[in-house]
């Protein structure tokens, strides 16, 4: 049986869209991922270095507010005292931040096969009327939350609650499939390329880079967070120290 040129053309676009889903889900699952270890690095960062770095901070604020009490004169002094005070507010405040928060779970490759196969079926980009991409915008949003917490159950009682991809079932011709398959592809385009956009802010983040130092250090056996809270801690010794000589 011959294969009309306008089937082919609908064959080929319809493969290239299913390449393009594919990417845009796996680049979306990564960008959630990187942000979900991004929040367990900071918050692991916080509990053990920020507060250390607080309390420095704090140190150096009252070593610098007395020095400049001490020289009223002084301009410099001055500037430097209110620049420690404004360091210490803002130390303070991110090792405040996270003082409570849980570290969210590693995700696991089960969670993320899980995850590919719900945004495979609800992804926002599949609908075909403002309605159906609103309930997809939903249960993604759910997606995602679960996915952050590594809750592979959740994302499952997800996609029992989404049903069938109510999108594959409606019947048109092969113009209108041609259509559909052509707007659908300039739409994961664009997707991609917002995920993309938005890994790469990510990944110039100084406590994303941090993280990777980091990582690349224990991945040889190193422990830099350990290390460097040691070396806080002396530093500390040493600021009281210095206080109480300028005190008295």
């Known amino acids: 049986m011959t294969t009309l040129p306008e089937e082919e053309e609908l064959l080929r676009l319809e493969s290239e869209q299913k390449t393009l889903e594919e990417k845009t889900v796996y680049s979306e699952m990564q960008l959630e991922t990187e942000r979900v270890e991004l929040s367990r690095f900071q918050i692991r960062y916080y509990q053990t270095i920020g507060k250390l770095y607080s309390e420095l901070d704090k140190l150096d604020a009252r070593i610098a507010k007395i020095k400049a009490g001490e020289n009223p004169d002084d301009e410099d002094l001055k500037e430097k005292a209110k620049e420690a005070q404004e360091q210490a507010k803002k130390s303070f405040k991110e090792s405040e931040m996270h003082k409570d928060e849980e570290i969210p779970p590693e995700i696991t490759a089960d969670v993320k096969k899980i995850y590919?196969?719900?945004?495979?079926?609800?992804?926002?980009?599949?609908?075909?009327n403002e309605i159906e991409r609103k309930r997809r915008d939903s249960f993604m949003a759910k997606v995602n939350i679960a996915y952050e917490k590594g809750d592979q159950k959740l994302i499952e009682q997800l996609i029992n609650e989404f049903g069938s991809d109510p999108e594959v079932l409606t019947g048109d011709d092969i113009a209108s499939k041609i259509v559909k398959s052509i707007r659908r592809i300039a739409q994961l385009r664009r997707r991609l390329d917002e995920v993309t956009v938005e890994l790469e802010k990510i990944t110039q983040l100084e406590m994303y880079q941090l993280k990777i130092t980091i990582h690349e250090n224990e991945t040889m056996g190193g422990k830099p967070l350990e290390d460097l809270q040691k070396?806080?801690?002396?530093?500390?010794?040493?600021?009281?120290?210095?206080?109480?000589?300028?005190?008295n």
């Open 116 to 128: 590919r196969k719900a945004a495979m079926l609800m992804h926002p980009d599949r609908a075909t």
């Open 231 to 247: 070396q806080l801690m002396q530093e500390i010794s040493e600021k009281k120290i210095i206080l109480e000589t300028l005190k």
